[in-house]
């Protein structure tokens, strides 16, 4: 199967958010929703829920707008599509090109691809980059949509989205700590959140890099600022395989548990 992972630039308003995830029940898996970044992740067990969510969120949000902590190019920022199990990656990068296609032509949003396209690989921190700066849209209208913005349209293996709010309200001290975490396979960046400065981490080498591994890395390059953790936060779901690789003595410290899996929740949807 394939799953979507949406990115919905709104995180702050109940009742849009309720009307957002009545458009996709039956399909919806996860939503996590942060006020301070005005973001809301919905997990989708399937690419026809993507376009449901998708259609609902142009339909009734406006990026000229919006204010947060998040970078975002579009009120859906980003979409990508995950095969899991027995699904590919070819399958992956053709349910995204089929929804870049639909949205750049039902929705009039400009879509940008990342992973693998045609014989480069983009990620999605080229396009933040580069996004109408040196690199059009792949589908859909040369302008942002006037409410909607852009999409980030991808194909990527299951990584895992992770933060870490720290005891300080520090956000040069989080920022230098961030790039500090960085290497190869873990991508960070620090904002400021709930009052506290946050680092927020992608695991996109889930194999190499434990949630137990980036949480440990964070609290000891915080240490160098006289800077201690204050809490854990799971954004989304984890694979079962990625929890299996952690001593369950450490699930509460790490905000893990068994009902965080993407396998629990496809069982229990």
């Given at each position: 199967?394939?799953?979507?992972?949406?990115?919905v630039s709104?995180?702050?308003?109940?009742?849009?958010?309720?009307?957002?995830?009545e458009?996709v029940?039956?399909?919806?898996?996860?939503?996590?929703?942060?006020?301070?970044?005005?973001?809301?992740?919905?997990?989708?067990?399937?690419?026809?829920?993507a376009?449901?969510?998708?259609a609902?969120?142009v339909?009734?949000?406006?990026?000229?707008?919006?204010?947060?902590?998040?970078p975002?190019?579009?009120?859906?920022?980003?979409?990508?599509?995950?095969?899991?199990?027995?699904?590919?990656?070819?399958?992956?990068?053709?349910?995204?090109d089929?929804?870049?296609?639909?949205?750049?032509n039902?929705?009039?949003?400009?879509?940008?691809?990342?992973?693998?396209?045609g014989?480069?690989?983009?990620?999605?921190?080229?396009?933040?980059?580069?996004?109408?700066?040196?690199?059009?849209?792949?589908?859909?209208?040369?302008?942002?949509?006037?409410?909607?913005?852009?999409?980030?349209?991808?194909?990527?293996?299951?990584?895992?989205?992770?933060n870490v709010?720290l005891?300080?309200?520090?956000?040069?001290?989080?920022?230098?700590?961030?790039?500090?975490v960085?290497?190869?396979?873990l991508?960070t960046?620090?904002f400021?959140?709930?009052?506290?400065?946050?680092?927020?981490?992608?695991?996109?080498?889930?194999?190499?890099?434990t949630?137990?591994d980036?949480?440990?890395?964070?609290?000891?390059?915080?240490?160098?600022?006289?800077?201690?953790?204050?809490?854990?936060?799971?954004?989304?779901?984890?694979?079962?395989?990625?929890?299996?690789?952690?001593?369950?003595?450490?699930?509460?410290?790490?905000?893990?548990?068994?009902?965080?899996?993407?396998?629990w929740?496809?069982?229990n949807?």
């Open positions: 199967m394939l799953e979507c992972v949406i990115n709104e995180g702050r308003d109940d009742t849009l958010l309720a009307d957002l995830t458009s029940i039956g399909h919806l898996l996860d939503v996590h929703t942060d006020a301070d970044h005005h973001r809301s992740v919905f997990t989708l067990s399937s690419p026809d829920a376009r449901l969510l998708a609902r969120s339909e009734t949000l406006d990026i000229t707008n919006h204010i947060g902590e998040h975002r190019l579009g009120v859906v920022d980003v979409v990508p599509f995950v095969p899991l199990g027995e699904a590919t990656m070819k399958e992956a990068c053709a349910a995204r089929n929804f870049a296609r639909w949205a750049a039902e929705l009039g949003v400009p879509c940008f691809l990342y992973g693998a396209v014989d480069h690989k983009r990620t999605l921190p080229d396009l933040r980059r580069n996004a109408w700066r040196t690199l059009g849209p792949d589908f859909g209208p040369n302008a942002p949509h006037p409410k909607a913005g852009a999409m980030c349209v991808g194909a990527r293996p299951p990584l895992i989205a992770y709010l005891e300080s309200t520090d956000l040069v001290s989080a920022r230098k700590i961030a790039n500090l960085r290497k190869p396979g991508r960046m620090a400021h959140v709930d009052g506290r400065a946050q680092i927020s981490m992608n695991i996109v080498d889930i194999d190499s890099v949630v137990a980036a949480f440990d890395t964070v609290k000891m390059c915080a240490q160098t600022f006289h800077i201690a953790p204050h809490r854990a936060e799971l954004v989304g779901l984890v694979p079962l395989s990625a929890l299996e690789r952690i001593d369950p003595a450490r699930w509460e410290e790490l905000d893990l548990g068994v009902a965080k899996t993407i396998e929740r496809l069982n949807l």
